[in-house]
């Protein structure tokens, strides 16, 4: 099936892509919150999902991951139906941080991240110095090394997520799913915590993302799928995707949309009813 956007653009299923959803509907109890979506993900890219409060953006991420599973429909991860394969194999194809993911009271860091390599673990296959070189390699790429032995409990939200980013890493996988990554951190670290999702794409991973700030979203995107009420409006790079006329529609939002004068993406500016002066 192919999703219209109001851009114009297609969200086609691609055979091709390692991920995807084909006709999903999914819901909690009675309420559905997804109906017949059909969603790839691109290879190699970064994809992230905006849309209003609401809007099944979550869900359909959780879904995607196999946290939720479709009352209709398939997601299929490398070709393969994802409800029937077994929990050990998903997580060694794809990595997921979900919202505001709790560690253990007093658990350190570097055992935090060696419980990505759980999913490699079996009573024939025990830890191995392979499996201390990839935790020592993803505390690395993360910038967290120093902190190995520090309690997670004790570090700052922007060390924080770094670190669960390096437990999702040690899994080994190139395919990761990050559920508001920058929740409750200040805009600084957001933007350090980004610009290591940008690190680990140039390194060769395919990343979806959920994000809220739009601007923050179009600026470390490949790829935005923009949702509305369960549904997807439009799929496409930010250049092609983002308008005025989207933002309305998607959000309900007067904005303009201008020339990022430090980047080569578009530039979101809200227009209020206050401290507005257009001529």
Request: aromatic share 2%; with cysteine; hydrophobic share 45%.
């Amino acid at each position: 099936m192919v999703a219209q956007s109001i851009t114009g653009t297609e969200c086609a299923v691609d055979d091709t892509s390692r991920l995807a959803a084909r006709g999903i509907a999914v819901g909690y109890g009675a309420r559905t919150v997804i109906d017949d979506l059909d969603v790839a993900i691109p290879p190699g890219v970064v994809t992230t999902i905006i849309g209003p409060n609401g809007c099944g953006k979550s869900t359909l991420l959780r879904t995607l991951s196999r946290l939720l599973r479709p009352v209709r429909g398939t997601v299929l991860l490398d070709g393969d139906d994802i409800v029937k394969l077994r929990t050990r194999d998903v997580a060694k194809k794809l990595g997921l941080l979900p919202q505001s993911p709790v560690a253990p009271e007093g658990l350190t860091v570097s055992d935090l991240v060696a419980r990505g390599r759980h999913p490699h673990q079996s009573w024939l296959r025990q830890w191995s110095s392979d499996d201390a070189a990839v935790v020592a390699r993803a505390l690395a790429m993360t910038g967290v090394s120093d902190l190995a032995d520090r309690p997670v409990d004790s570090l700052s939200g922007g060390q924080r997520q770094r670190v669960w980013i390096s437990m999702t890493l040690a899994q080994g996988t190139d395919l990761l799913l990050l559920d508001e990554p920058t929740t409750y951190l200040d805009l600084a670290h957001a933007i350090d915590v980004l610009d290591l999702v940008d690190d680990l794409h140039e390194s060769g991973c395919t990343v979806v993302m959920v994000l809220h700030d739009l601007n923050l979203a179009t600026r470390y995107s490949d790829n935005l799928i923009v949702m509305k009420q369960g549904a997807i409006l439009a799929q496409g790079h930010p250049r092609e995707v983002i308008t005025a006329e989207l933002l309305h529609e998607a959000f309900g939002l007067r904005a303009m949309v201008i020339d990022d004068p430090v980047g080569d993406r578009p530039l979101i500016v809200p227009i209020g009813r206050t401290h507005v002066q257009l001529g």
